[in-house]
């Protein structure tokens, strides 16, 4: 049954510093995403006049590094960070850390992921000769702990804990082993790798700038897990558009939505989802925000919707018809924008208008290849 529910942000407002998101202080982030031989800009699509709006820009991360999916720019960087700490070494070219291979193929990294994000640390650890291990919570499928697999280094298992658990579980594995945790998640005492992941995400965000010559979106709608990526491209937009930052409503599955959550409660601190959990959108079914992403979040984002799978099925046809591979959470964000237009209600409580220029993240092509032709069909 196709449903969206809108929560508004009621604690939005306060002061947050997104100086380090500038593109001063991001630029050694890009030197480093540009120096890979398999770097490139990856395409903004233009939807104009799409459904009586002015434009739809949807930023195709499924050809990000060749795999399908954003999250590498976030474990990338990360990684690298760790590695250039351990060598004592200050913003390394990849010469310099290469020539230190037998000290690289000593460390070893560790993470949950639903998906994605384990593919980037996979691909990351393996681009520098480190070992890597990935856990993954229950339900999920196989082709994606075997595409984490593919990706680079990882030994990869899926377990019969829920996301939360396994993040728990590998947290206690990194200390015990002495390894080095990459979790796109923070909580108390651990927030610098999170905060490093959130900075690689910058990369995308001022691709995108760039690529609408600086032209102010109207309208940013962001899907979230534990919204890393939806705080670091929320922090881009604000700083660039101090004066008047665009207007930023954060996308969740019906039955996994923590930020929706958390501004229902309305008391300014995180919550954890409370719903069932079940949704194909795999890379969304995460029950509790990250910290650093909420302090971001609770200041920019106006409200949280929450959609059922048929609303994301919807938009990746939409998407398809317009040549844009989308897979479940990649289009949550376009779905979105995709209902509201068919709806003269929910366009009233979003502001979009004639004028609006929205902008979005297509965040992952088809991840899950079996299910993304089942939907098509």
């Known amino acids: 049954m196709t449903m969206i529910k809108l929560m508004p942000n009621t604690n939005r407002g306060g002061q947050v510093d997104t100086s380090a998101y500038s593109l001063a202080t991001t630029e050694p982030v890009r030197k480093l995403h540009t120096s890979f031989d398999v770097y490139n800009e990856t395409p903004l699509i233009e939807l104009k006049n799409f459904k009586g709006v002015r434009s739809v820009f949807v ?103 829920t996301y939360d658990d396994c993040v728990k579980f590998t947290a206690r594995l990194a200390e015990e082993k002495h390894w080095h945790l990459i979790q796109d998640t923070s909580w108390a005492g651990y927030e610098d790798i999170p905060a490093q992941i959130m900075l690689g995400y910058s990369t995308l965000a001022y691709e995108a700038l760039r690529q609408m010559n600086y032209q102010r979106p109207t309208h940013i709608f962001l899907q979230a897990g534990v919204g890393s990526m939806a705080g670091a491209i929320a922090a881009v937009f604000a700083e660039v558009f101090k004066d008047n930052p665009p207007r930023i409503t954060i996308v969740e599955p019906e039955e996994v939505a923590c930020f929706y959550e958390t501004m229902k409660i309305g008391d300014g601190k995180i919550h954890s989802a409370t719903g069932n959990g079940q949704t194909m959108m795999a890379g969304l079914n995460c ?48 779905a979105l924008a995709n209902a509201a237009l ?36």
């Open 342 to 377: 068919d709806s003269s209600e929910l366009s009233r409580k979003l502001e979009l208008d004639a004028d609006a220029i929205i902008f979005v993240i297509n965040t992952e092509g088809d991840t899950d290849p079996d299910n993304y032709k089942r939907i098509l069909r």
């Open 287 to 334: 029950a509790t925000p990250c910290e650093l992403a909420w302090k971001i979040l609770r200041r920019y984002a106006a409200d949280a919707a929450t959609i059922t799978d048929d609303v994301a099925a919807d938009a990746m046809r939409t998407l398809a018809a317009h040549g844009i591979i989308s897979g479940e959470s990649g289009c949550a964000g376009f």
């Open 59 to 161: 930023k195709d991360e499924s050809q990000r590094f060749g795999l399908k999916a954003f999250k590498g720019l976030g474990g990338v960087w990360a990684i690298y960070k760790v590695i250039s700490r351990e060598l004592g070494l200050s913003n390394p070219t990849l010469d310099e850390l290469f020539q230190r291979r037998d000290e690289l193929s000593e460390m070893t990294f560790i993470t949950t992921t639903d998906g994605n994000h384990g593919k980037g640390v996979s691909w990351a650890a393996g681009l520098f000769g480190c070992k890597s291990y990935v856990f993954m919570p229950r339900g999920t499928v196989e082709v994606r702990a075997q595409a984490i697999r593919d990706a680079g280094s990882a030994t990869v298992e899926i377990t019969d804990m």
